[in-house]
């Protein structure tokens, strides 16, 4: 059994700044490809920021200045630093990770962690 959990979110002040972590456990043989995705109240969930297996990064362009994504093989988990935040920013944020288990390689969603940012 894989589960994927996201943590870090929280009520920051405008202009601050969030660590978000998501951390895979259970039954790991590797961890593939992690996007962060995030969704706003009356909005479509859409991707953030992406880490290939090897480090490469992609970002939203709304973002690409202030968000950094990061992982950590050896902890199984994927990082996104959050700077300059705006109010915009304000969303659950979720993780979607590519996870090799005993079965093979599947897809899991953790259950998101919330961002809010007063002005």
């Known amino acids: 059994q894989v589960q994927l959990a996201e943590s870090g979110g929280g009520l920051v002040q405008f202009g601050g700044s969030l660590r978000l972590s998501c951390a895979a456990s259970?039954?790991?043989?590797?961890?593939?490809?992690v996007t962060w995705y995030r969704q706003a109240p009356g909005n479509k969930r859409e991707v953030v920021a992406r880490?290939?297996?090897?480090?490469?990064?992609e970002y939203a362009v709304p973002v690409k200045d202030r968000f950094t994504i990061s992982r950590d093989n050896a902890k199984n988990s994927v990082y996104l630093q959050i700077d300059s935040l705006k109010p915009e920013d304000t969303a659950v944020y979720y993780c979607?990770?590519?996870?090799?288990?005993?079965?093979?390689?599947?897809?899991?969603w953790g259950q998101g962690t919330q961002v809010t940012v007063s002005s």
């Open positions: 979607n990770a590519n996870v090799r288990g005993p079965a093979g390689w599947f897809t899991y």
């Open positions: 259970g039954s790991i043989a590797g961890l593939g490809t």
């Open positions: 880490i290939t297996t090897d480090g490469t990064t």
